[in-house]
């Protein structure tokens, strides 16, 4: 079916989400919820092929967190099962809502600061492929003409200017190529995946992506504490989505610290999982018996903190790009003019 194509994006998880909960507030049962979804979304074929995959399933007898498994990323579908089971379906479906909300704005805002880098190094292409195929040339022709009057040296100035440019143009159209094949990725879920793994990786973006991780953990604690569940249930289930190679290592000590008898706070501070400040805030939510409204509260300042890490990358590679589209235009140009500054300084 196309539900099984093609799944929602973020934005239209986080409206299913908002109008299913509210529906659901309303006294609607969640069959009839869906198929009024399913008829009032007509105009988007994927949002309303989903909603009415979901209904048919519910109708022949499924749960709902079991009819959402066909049409909604895993996670949602898991946390909607998590809200079913504590009888807080309703609750769990506004905090998706938020949730998909955010990683919709995230994305949008990525794909926004993305655009600068990709334009320059875009420029970058056509000034090196400039000088490569036109300029560099035309210093070749005038030294060739001139060639009893040149010496050895001044070959080499030519034939570096030459390497150099093609070896600088090839190295930014390889990162162009990467940065669109990136993108591409990042819009579908196996590729987000494997582009994460990736990022977790690179020094440049390792902390980026390790503070990425520990927010989207956080908000799965957050909901998954506000469906009903205990701690230790909520870090066992929130440990099979973290993805993050360290991140889970960390948090599976945690599950067993909190197996030895520790709790959810302590265990998450004893491993790092936040900064102090933040372990320290964590803890304090605990005892005073507010630990779902402290996690959500931690959910939304990691978030930021996220948020501002990554773009903080993407800022510092802008000075980056254009300090080598300048030195490379520079050296190249420099290489192809040293030969004519030497024959004018003879002539004169």
Not at 19 to 34: F, I, R, V, Y
């Amino acid at each position: 079916m196309a539900t099984k194509e093609k799944k929602m994006d973020d934005l239209s998880v986080s409206l299913f989400c908002r109008n299913m909960a509210m529906m659901l507030a309303a006294g609607t049962q969640p069959d009839e919820a869906l198929a009024m979804l399913g008829e009032d979304a007509s105009g988007d074929m994927v949002f309303a092929a989903a909603a009415a995959e979901m209904a048919a399933a519910m109708q022949q007898g499924s749960t709902f967190a079991a009819a959402a498994q066909s049409a909604l990323p895993a996670y949602a579908a898991g946390m909607i099962g998590a809200g079913e089971k504590a009888g807080r379906t309703e609750q769990v479906l506004d905090r998706l809502a938020d949730y998909y909300e955010r990683e919709d704005a995230m994305q949008q805002r990525l794909r926004g600061a993305l655009v600068y880098p990709l334009v320059l190094l875009l420029l970058m292409c056509v000034v090196l492929g400039f000088l490569v195929w036109k300029v560099v040339p035309v210093f070749v022709g005038v030294y060739e003409s001139l060639a009893g009057s040149l010496a050895g040296s001044s070959y080499a100035y030519v034939a570096a200017s030459r390497i150099f440019s093609w070896a600088a143009l090839a190295a930014t159209l390889v990162v162009c190529a990467v940065l669109l094949i990136g993108m591409a990725m990042a819009k579908t879920p196996n590729g987000k995946a494997r582009l994460a793994g990736w990022l977790e990786k690179l020094p440049l973006t390792a902390a980026a992506a390790r503070q990425l991780a520990a927010s989207r953990l956080t908000d799965t604690l957050a909901t998954f504490t506000a469906s009903g569940l205990d701690p230790d249930s909520a870090m066992q289930e929130a440990a099979k989505g973290v993805t993050h190679g360290a991140l889970r290592t960390s948090v599976t000590r945690c599950n067993q610290q909190m197996a030895g008898g520790a709790s959810l706070a302590q265990a998450m501070n004893e491993e790092k999982i936040f900064a102090p400040l933040y372990g320290r805030m964590l803890q304090s939510g605990s005892r005073s018996g507010k630990l779902d409204m402290t996690l959500a509260k931690l959910a939304e300042i990691t978030g930021r903190d996220a948020e501002n890490a990554i773009y903080g990358v993407i800022e510092g590679i802008e000075p980056l790009l254009t300090a080598f589209l300048t030195l490379a235009v520079g050296i190249t140009l420099l290489a192809a003019m040293l030969p004519l500054i030497g024959i004018l300084s003879s002539i004169g």
